[in-house]
């Protein structure tokens, strides 16, 4: 059974930085492309940052220079890295699997941008 597992979530001032983390299993994690999605409060969920197969990144407008996205293969892991966070970056960010015919969602992490 496929699972993806978000962490590292939380409380962090504006301009400061934060990392989350998401955890995969049950399913072959290399052939997938990798993304991470957030929900704002009251608003629909959007992309902000995707990873291909083979290591190929996308980014919108909104965080592009302020997050980074990676994968490790061998550990069945994909990050995301945050920096100079806004409070219009508070949202649940959510780590999704896809392929063509096939996606995974994870459960979601909070993250709040607060003075």
């Known amino acids: 059974q496929a699972l993806l597992v978000e962490s590292g979530g939380g409380l962090v001032q504006p301009g400061g930085s934060l990392r989350l983390s998401c955890a995969a299993s049950?399913?072959?994690?290399?052939?997938?492309?990798m993304r991470w999605y957030r929900q704002p409060p009251g608003k629909e969920r959007e992309l902000v940052a995707h990873i291909t197969s083979t290591n190929s990144t996308y980014y919108p407008d909104a965080v592009k220079g302020r997050f980074t996205i990676s994968r490790d293969n061998a550990k069945n892991l994909v990050l995301l890295e945050m920096s100079s966070l806004k409070p219009e970056d508070t949202a649940v960010y959510y780590c999704?699997?896809?392929?063509?015919?096939?996606?995974?969602w994870g459960q979601g992490t909070q993250v709040t941008v607060s003075s």
């Open positions: 999704n699997a896809w392929r063509f015919g096939d996606q995974y």
């Open positions: 049950g399913f072959i994690f290399s052939r997938f492309a």
